[in-house]
């Protein structure tokens, strides 16, 4: 139980493109979802915090007109990269928290690589 | 606010090996603790987690107690495998439900 998936799992794009990456809880409702960023052989950043039905909420320093965030439903949500340039190259991760398994747990997603060439 | 600070790798051991990764935290309250898991280009897996002071965390024979009275949450297995190959990750929950990480740990486990 409590799966996240990411889908795609890799992207290559090209610089100015937009990007769009899934997160889905897929047995499990999730009214809040985090989207993380990970350097190469660093931890894991937090960018912003996506709660279902409202707005995310950002952390200091991440662009959010440039980091877009929609979570739809307690399954999906979504960050869009747009026009990507190569420093936005990292590897994303999602995470949610089932509400069944208590408020303090977050299940993470496989991850997404994004190369953007 | 809130910190954690693990041991830097990498940590290199034999086959068979006792592993122990230090996990010292900063807190407000009573936060919960976690170790997860990292595989190479893969996310995250919850390895065990401990919600209260002296709760003992354990899965595929790791532990780890939480120690309010040193502030720690110390990752231990009595013999590793190959296959614990990965980066550990020591993180709590505070307020908001928000992750900290510590920077992780990678283990490499040698036959």
């Known amino acids: 139980g409590a799966v996240v998936s990411q889908h795609p799992s890799w992207v290559i794009c090209k610089s100015g493109t937009s990007v769009k990456i899934e997160c889905r809880s897929l047995?499990?409702?999730?009214?809040?979802m985090f989207w993380y960023r990970q350097f190469p052989k660093q931890s894991l950043m937090l960018m912003a915090t996506?709660?279902?039905?409202?707005?995310?909420?950002?952390e200091q320093g991440v662009e959010k007109d440039k980091f877009l965030i929609n979570h739809a439903s307690l399954t999906l949500s979504t960050l869009t990269v747009t026009s990507a340039h190569p420093e936005d190259s990292s590897f994303y991760i999602c995470?949610?928290?089932?509400?069944?398994?208590?408020?303090?747990?977050?299940?993470f997603g496989p991850g997404t690589r994004l190369t953007v060439l | 606010g809130n910190s954690v600070t693990q041991m830097e790798g990498p940590v290199t051991l034999s086959e068979e090996a006792f592993l122990t990764i230090n996990c010292t935290y900063t807190?407000?309250?009573?936060?919960?603790l976690f170790w997860y898991v990292q595989y190479p280009g893969e996310g995250l897996q919850l390895l065990l987690k401990?919600?209260?002071?002296?709760d003992k965390g354990s899965n595929k024979g790791f532990e780890a107690t939480y120690r309010k009275e040193t502030t720690s949450f110390h990752l231990e297995k009595g013999s590793v495998q190959v296959s614990d190959s990965a980066v550990y990750f020591c993180?709590?929950?505070?307020?908001?439900?928000?992750?900290?990480f510590g920077t992780g740990t990678k283990l490499q486990v040698i036959p």
């Open positions: 993180a709590l929950t505070g307020g908001y439900q928000k992750v900290t």
């Open positions: 996506s709660n279902e039905g409202s707005k995310a909420t950002y």
């Open positions: 047995d499990f409702q999730a009214t809040t």
């Open positions: 995470s949610a928290i089932s509400m069944a398994a208590g408020s303090d747990t977050q299940y």
């Open positions: 807190a407000t309250g009573y936060p919960s």
């Open positions: 401990a919600t209260k002071a002296d």
